[in-house]
Every structure is written in C-alpha cells, then in structure tokens.
C-alpha cells in the first residue's frame, strides 16, 4: 500500500487539460521485466495523500510553485503516485509543499543519479524521450509493481510509484 506521512487539503479532481499538462513529454515505461530495488518495500514518503477512501477511477493533482513540481495520485486499492519537475499547470491546482516528497531510501526530485543508483541498486535502463529511465520492481511479496526514476541532465526529474493489492 502506498504510505504517504503528510495529509494535505484534497487534489484538484483531473479534466483532459491537466492530464494532457501533467503528461507532457512523458514516455510509457518500461514492459521488460526489471531487478527488484535494494529496499524491495520502497515507498514514497512525505507527500499529500488523496481521500482514505478514494472513488476507483480516482484522480487528483497538487502543484508547488515554489518547487516548480507537480504531484498526481490515481487509482483506489490499486494505481500509481508521480512526482515530478513541470511548469505550471493550465489553471489552478491545490496548493501544496512538495519538497519533502522521496522515497523510503530517500531519492527525491534533484538528486544525482549516481546516488539514485547506490540507494537503490542497478535498475534496468532504456533512454528515449530525451532522457534516462531506471526502471525497478519493489513489493517482493505481491510479485513486484514498478518503480520508475527519470533522469534529465544527471538528476532526478521524476518518480513514478505504482502499486497494487
């Protein structure tokens, strides 16, 4: 299940124009099978979290302009928390402070690939899209949902965290 430490005021509901902001110049992850992470349970931790008890086709944004970073939570039982580097969206999104956002092994949005890497161990690579994808599996226990870490210019521009039951 995905821990989130930090509630927040709710997410501004998604329409067509903040997915099509918040997927901009984003590319679909990896399908080959990836190695486990080093901490095979990695989280992400410190962020806003969505309603305890989120509708099945849940979707909600926050954005820090002070960060210039944008956080999207879908999904109920099941989907997926990204964070990223981004403009600002098309029209006002709850409000929120995203810098404390990381994973349980603390990689969080700036920092250096390498030390992505030593925290989590060697993930599979693929570059496309103008940059670079390090793709692992965490949550051994349930047979594995991705972990996506995108590097842009040797730091981390994005983290995709799926999850399921």
């Avoid at 692992?136 to 995108?150: A, F, K, Q, T």
Wanted: aromatic share 8%.
């Amino acid at each position: 299940m995905l821990a989130l430490a930090l509630a927040t005021a709710l997410a501004t509901p998604s329409t067509p124009a903040l997915a099509a902001w918040f997927d901009r110049g984003r590319c679909t992850p990896i399908t080959e099978e990836a190695p486990f992470a080093r901490n095979a349970d990695e989280q992400v931790v410190g962020g806003p979290s969505g309603p305890s008890l989120r509708p099945q086709n849940y979707v909600g944004y926050w954005y820090d302009a002070r960060h210039g970073v944008a956080a999207r939570l879908t999904g109920d039982v099941t989907g997926d928390f990204s964070i990223r580097a981004t403009s600002r969206p098309p029209r006002a999104v709850t409000s929120a402070n995203l810098a404390n956002v990381s994973l349980t092994s603390g990689v969080r949005i700036g920092t250096q690939a390498a030390t992505a890497v030593r925290l989590l161990g060697r993930p599979l690579i693929s570059n496309k899209c103008g940059a670079t994808y390090y793709s692992y599996e965490v949550d051994r226990g349930v047979g594995g949902n991705p972990l996506i870490i995108v590097i842009r210019n040797g730091r981390v521009v994005e983290i995709d965290r799926y999850y399921g039951d």
